[in-house]
């Protein structure tokens, strides 16, 4: 059924300020630059005489100004991303982050002076129990020791971020959101021309696919000059710091050996024919070709209803789902959308995809969706409203304690798709219904598990080769198709008319190294789920919303060990993708009955 943006909800961003005029705003900014000056005079060159007393003092003081410093930054990232096109709002998120980068000078001296104190005064300070709440805080700044510069460099890297790094992830996002996509005389943006990929029609899917390819391969030339100032910044940095490789600074932040994410993306890759290629073999059947285009990996099945939902039908399925797996959880969901904390509706200006904004531990997320009706948009609203409960579990564990540890972030939602898929798989009795609503789950998990990994051995080759130069937009081209073509199998079409669709990926310029969380988090997902089905652990659902509430703070070998769990075994990847492969042989079980 046709979608009534009007109709849809939109998030009110009034509980953080009135609006981009709201004095207020100014005010905190003030404060913000008056306390940081306040707490380098205080304390600079003074932390190895503090008592743990006076250091738990401290660290409160870190805390209260890093809760009103979030909803600065907040208010002026979501008020941007769903107006990427008013220039207020983009020079008032330019502003505040200028300031806060500007304003937030003063306190470097922090993290290197805690990293300069020897272990017996941590030990001394963490013996108090009070102060020992912060253990997670402490911890995490003492893993960076090593990697540290002075604090004359630290201050220049952290001066320049914004007219480096940070500005050119701005370009990116501001391009991007600005790109117009024309198919049969109708202009699309970047988030209303990926849903023409799912149309029925391939005729519609193939002018769409080309269409982005064709976008895309005309800002080339400056996305790929983007992405080599992106790699050479972050190389620069990384090599001054003493980072082996290129993707050793994000493993260190998620706690993650570089041996473990290895053994994670070398086990995919070894599945790759056994889930990927096995699956579009059955997909060009069902599409009635020898082989799927590259558009086509998303079409919905010409056998399949081409079922639509309205808002509230989605909202009511998910959070269905969601109070049968937990009423504790149903209870954390139903303020997203009692209290406008999420924006539905795609429009112009607006940022594609979806995702979960928290500011602070202390305040509640923003969700922001592009919903158009098709069940991918039903699965996303339990994806992202999974990170929002996530969030909302962890509330207790304190602003400085928590952040975001990327292979750990994606468990709850991915955990939410699974939740709402198995609802809406059991109201099926009919065959053919079956087999369409696994091939579609069959087809995200693809996405997720194997293509993002796909996205990480080109990055990671990306980054490894422009050590020796800078890399033309031919070679960055040839560096994805190898990848897409070694991943997607002989069954999928992997040729010119996709070269370019690498400068979609957003995660490639402003999260280097992120993409292997979402196969990291889905394998972890998929284990989780077989332990629940099987019955092996008692009380499932209260274990698994306190692993939630730790995600964050705990070692993963003591989160994950009541559900018998060890992320550090190669089991426990394939245990993971075992699962897609079951579904498949469920698919291929299917089909013969279905088609014979």
């Known amino acids: 059924m046709e979608q009534n943006n009007q109709n849809l909800p939109a998030w009110d961003l009034s509980d953080l300020y009135s609006g981009i005029d709201d004095p207020q705003i100014e005010k905190d900014l003030e404060r913000y630059r008056r306390e940081n000056e306040a707490f380098a005079a205080k304390y600079k060159g003074k932390l190895a005489g503090l008592s743990a007393a006076e250091f738990y003092q401290l660290l409160q003081e870190i805390e209260e100004r890093r809760k009103y410093a979030s909803k600065l930054g907040e208010f002026a990232y979501l008020n941007m991303v769903t107006q990427m096109k008013n220039k207020e709002a983009m020079a008032l998120y330019q502003n505040i ?7 937030s000078k003063p306190t470097i001296f922090f993290t290197l002076e805690i990293n300069q104190l020897p272990q017996s005064k941590i030990d001394e300070w963490l013996s108090d129990e009070k102060l020992a709440f912060y253990r997670p805080f402490i911890t995490r700044l003492r893993k960076f020791k090593d990697y540290e510069l002075s604090e004359a460099v630290e201050e220049v890297l952290h001066e320049k971020s914004i007219t480096s790094s940070d500005a050119w992830v701005r370009l990116y996002e501001e391009t991007s959101s600005r790109l117009v996509y024309t198919v049969d005389g109708k202009e699309y943006n970047d988030a209303e021309i990926s849903k023409l990929l799912l ?45 082996k490789m290129p993707i050793s600074a994000r493993n260190l932040a998620e706690n993650v050996p570089d041996e473990t994410v290895k053994a994670l993306a070398e086990t995919v890759r070894s599945r790759y024919a056994d889930i990927a290629h096995r699956f579009y073999k059955l997909k060009a059947k069902w599409l009635g070709v020898d082989k799927i285009q590259y558009w086509d990996r998303n079409a919905p099945l010409p056998f399949c209803d081409d079922v639509t939902y309205s808002w509230d039908e989605s909202v009511k399925i998910v959070l269905n789902a969601y109070k049968e797996f937990s009423p504790k959880l149903y209870e954390t969901a139903t303020d997203f959308f009692n209290k406008n904390w999420i924006d539905v509706p795609p429009r112009d200006g607006k940022r594609s995809g979806a995702f979960c904004s928290g500011g602070s531990a202390s305040s509640h997320p923003y969700l922001l969706l592009n919903f158009v009706g098709k069940q991918n948009d039903v699965l996303t609203l339990a994806h992202e409203l999974g990170h929002g409960c996530h969030h909302q579990l962890r509330r207790e564990n304190g602003d400085l304690n928590e952040f975001s540890r990327m292979t750990s972030e994606e468990i709850a939602s991915v955990f939410g798709e699974m939740m709402t898929f198995q609802s809406l798989l059991k109201q099926q009795t009919d065959d053919k219904a079956k087999l369409c609503l696994i091939a579609g789950k069959v087809n995200d998990m693809i996405n997720t598990a194997i293509r993002q990994i796909a996205f990480h051995f080109f990055e990671s080759r990306a980054h490894e080769e422009r050590k020796n130069g800078e890399l033309s937009e031919d070679r960055l081209g040839e560096l994805w198709l190898e990848e897409m073509r070694q991943s997607l199998g002989d069954y999928v079409v992997v040729d010119d008319n996709s070269r370019y669709i690498w400068l979609q990926v957003g995660h490639f310029f402003f999260l280097p190294f992120y993409v292997y969380a979402y196969s990291f988090a889905d394998c972890l997902v998929n284990s989780l789920y077989k332990v629940s089905r099987d019955g092996e652990v008692k009380d499932f659902p209260e274990k698994y919303l306190h692993l939630l509430s730790q995600t964050a703070i705990g070692d993963y070998n003591e989160i994950f060990k009541p559900f018998g769990l060890d992320v550090n075994s190669p089991a426990f990847w394939n245990k993971g993708l075992d699962l897609i492969s079951e579904y498949i042989d469920e698919l291929e079980r299917l089909d013969k009955k279905v088609f014979g």
């Open 199 to 243: 149309d029925k029609d391939p005729k519609v899917r193939e002018k769409a696919g080309k269409e982005i390819n064709r976008v895309s391969k005309e800002n080339a030339p400056l996305f790929s000059f983007i992405y080599n100032m992106i790699i050479k910044d972050k190389a620069i940095e990384d090599v001054k710091r003493g980072f």
């Open 97 to 103: 982050s200028e300031k806060m980068t500007d304003y």
